[in-house]
């Protein structure tokens, strides 16, 4: 079953003699459970890319089906809520909220729609992720790989259809990728969560069941890695 439908998807920045044609006619699809990495050149529109597969942002024309509702169909309100329900983003800042807590940021796409935590399920996560003993921390109380660690309990904590990471290790040191990447491939296998990853690693490229490369707004290349 496809969870994602990308069809003929472009995006074009900026007016008259600044346009910048960021994404031209992008089409594929990715099944539940997939793992795909997206590679690709600096400025190429990988980020780009996965902005629109996550609905933050909007395509100058073509559509993204999420488990088969058009998202930008939807209106704002609308699409809001879908996406804390349905998508789970990470970034290679972590973008966690600096005045919450741990506890408070994983939980924050539960309590911006009104729905109650359920304990059982959250300390599943947070025990899974090793952050038992930071609960209550703030942020800056935590080291880059813990911080990401908390960004991956905010992504899954409403059990969404995909989980989408642009450059998830791109600011961590090499055991912290690992451990961080060992992460998200462990749910991605176990709970068959689907995992799109944006890296300019190759070795987390070479993990992925298919490797999709953007170039100058091109899909240029598809790769099955595992079939
Ligand atoms: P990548 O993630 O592959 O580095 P991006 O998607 O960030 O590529 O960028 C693709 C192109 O779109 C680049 O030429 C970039 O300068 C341009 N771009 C990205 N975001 C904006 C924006 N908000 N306004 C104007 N141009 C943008
Ligand atoms: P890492 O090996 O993940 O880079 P660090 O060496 O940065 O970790 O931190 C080691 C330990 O100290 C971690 O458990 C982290 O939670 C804690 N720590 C790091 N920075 C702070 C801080 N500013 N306040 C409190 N604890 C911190």
């Known amino acids: 079953m496809d969870?994602?439908?990308?069809?003929?998807?472009?995006?074009?920045?900026?007016?008259?003699?600044?346009?910048?044609?960021?994404?031209?006619?992008?089409?594929?699809?990715v099944k539940k459970g997939e793992f795909v990495a997206i590679i690709g050149p600096s400025g190429s529109g990988k980020s780009t890319l996965l902005h629109l597969l996550g609905g933050v942002d909007s395509p100058?024309?073509?559509?993204?089906?999420?488990?088969q509702t058009d998202m930008y169909a939807l209106g704002e309100t609308q699409l809001a809520v879908f996406r804390r329900r349905q998508i789970g983003l990470i970034y290679q800042f972590y973008n966690l909220i600096p005045v919450l807590t741990v506890e408070e940021n994983i939980t924050l796409p539960l309590l911006l729609d009104g729905h109650k935590v359920n304990r059982q399920e959250l300390m599943d996560i947070v025990h899974t992720l090793g952050l038992e003993e930071r609960l209550s921390h703030?942020?800056?109380?935590?080291?880059?790989?813990?911080?990401?660690?908390v960004s991956i309990g905010r992504a899954l904590i409403n059990h969404p259809a995909i989980i989408l990471a642009d450059e998830p290790?791109?600011?961590?040191?090499?055991k912290n990728s690992k451990e961080i990447m060992d992460m998200l491939v462990?749910?991605?296998k176990r709970f068959n969560q689907?995992?799109?990853?944006?890296?300019h690693d190759e070795r987390i490229a070479l993990q992925a069941d298919r490797i999709i490369t953007i170039e100058d707004g091109s899909l240029a290349k598809v790769e099955v890695i595992r079939p």
């Open 60 to 67: 100058s024309t073509g559509k993204v089906y999420v488990d």
């Open 3 to 29: 969870i994602l439908k990308v069809e003929n998807l472009s995006k074009v920045y900026g007016k008259g003699e600044n346009q910048v044609h960021a994404l031209k006619d992008i089409s594929f699809n």
């Open 138 to 149: 703030l942020p800056n109380q935590l080291s880059g790989g813990q911080q990401q660690r």
């Open 186 to 188: 462990m749910f991605n």
């Open 194 to 199: 689907t995992l799109i990853v944006i890296t």
């Open 169 to 174: 290790t791109g600011n961590l040191d090499s």
